[in-house]
């Protein structure tokens, strides 16, 4: 299996403690009591049918939500350092028709001169250097429009690397990729957090590879309803539950 433990240790950011997470909109509970320990180096999935509150779980981590309960960066009674977060959210559409390249795209997430102008040359030396991280350095001039779903995704991870983060979150990010590209972008988030010593958060409702490169699955479902090794949890009777399903653990 490909995992990388870093022995439970949590002496930096890339450490994520939550503790009893509700969130409310409208006067309704949309998540209740959600707790999850994310050590650093880990991979945890974060699984549960639609409108289970997977995304709004992750909008109160990036502070994008007022929540109750407790959201820290590192153990109890240490400080609690702020870290930097990486985000990718659910693939965004772009016309096919739009004349923007990748080059483009990093010019306006991250130069401060206009798009319009092109890129400088401290641009042009950056951007292949971020797309390397991601091993597509030949995405550079292609237009996002044309992108397949696998190479967008590489894109927004790329996006997403710079500056280098201590925490990856990743909302449905197998969304729209195919079979084979699923697992390529598996690999390459599995090479990735030993390569800098990242957590990462995802969510994702596809769960074949789960085993293969999560260390923990959490099972939402408008409030925590499972949690630990990924076989343990998809064999377990609440996620016949939550999805549904009738299997050997009925």
């Known amino acids: 299996m490909n ?3 870093h022995g439970g240790s949590c002496g930096n950011s890339c450490c994520l403690r939550v ?5 409310k909109i409208g006067g309704e509970y949309i998540l209740r009591d959600v707790c ?10 974060i699984i549960g049918p639609n409108g289970a509150g997977k995304s709004t779980f992750l909008k109160a981590i990036l ?3 007022e929540y109750e309960g407790v959201i820290a960066f590192s153990e109890p009674g240490q400080r609690s350092k702020k870290p930097r977060i990486g985000y ?6 772009f016309d096919p028709s739009d004349p923007v ?3 483009d795209l990093f010019a306006c997430c991250m130069a401060k001169r206009p798009a319009f102008l092109g890129l400088g040359k401290p641009m042009r030396e950056k951007v292949p250097e971020c797309l390397a991280r991601v091993h597509g350095e030949g995405l550079i001039d292609k237009r ?3 992108l397949s779903g696998g190479e967008l995704q590489r894109v927004l991870l790329a996006l997403a690397l710079e500056p280098l983060p201590n925490i990856l979150i990743l909302d449905e990010p197998l969304s729209g990729v195919d079979v084979e590209g699923m697992t390529v972008l598996m690999d390459m988030l599995d090479e990735i957090r030993k390569n800098y010593d990242l957590s990462i958060l995802m969510t994702t409702h596809d769960f074949s590879l789960l085993p293969r490169y999560a260390d923990k699955v959490v099972l939402i479902d408008r409030g925590l309803r499972a949690q630990g090794d990924p076989r343990t949890v998809l064999s377990s009777p609440e996620f016949f539950r939550s999805f549904h399903m009738k299997g ?3």
């Not at 503790?19 to 969130?23: A, D, G, I, P, Y």
């Not at 990718?88 to 559409?93: D, E, F, G, L």
């Open 36 to 45: 999850l320990h994310l050590h650093c180096g880990e991979m945890a999935a």
């Open 144 to 146: 996002v429009g044309s």
């Open 63 to 65: 502070g994008q939500r």
């Open 3 to 5: 995992r990388n433990h």
């Open 19 to 23: 503790e009893n997470l509700s969130v």
């Open 101 to 103: 390249s990748v080059a």
């Open 248 to 250: 050997d653990a009925e």
């Open 88 to 93: 990718v959210p659910q693939s965004p559409a």
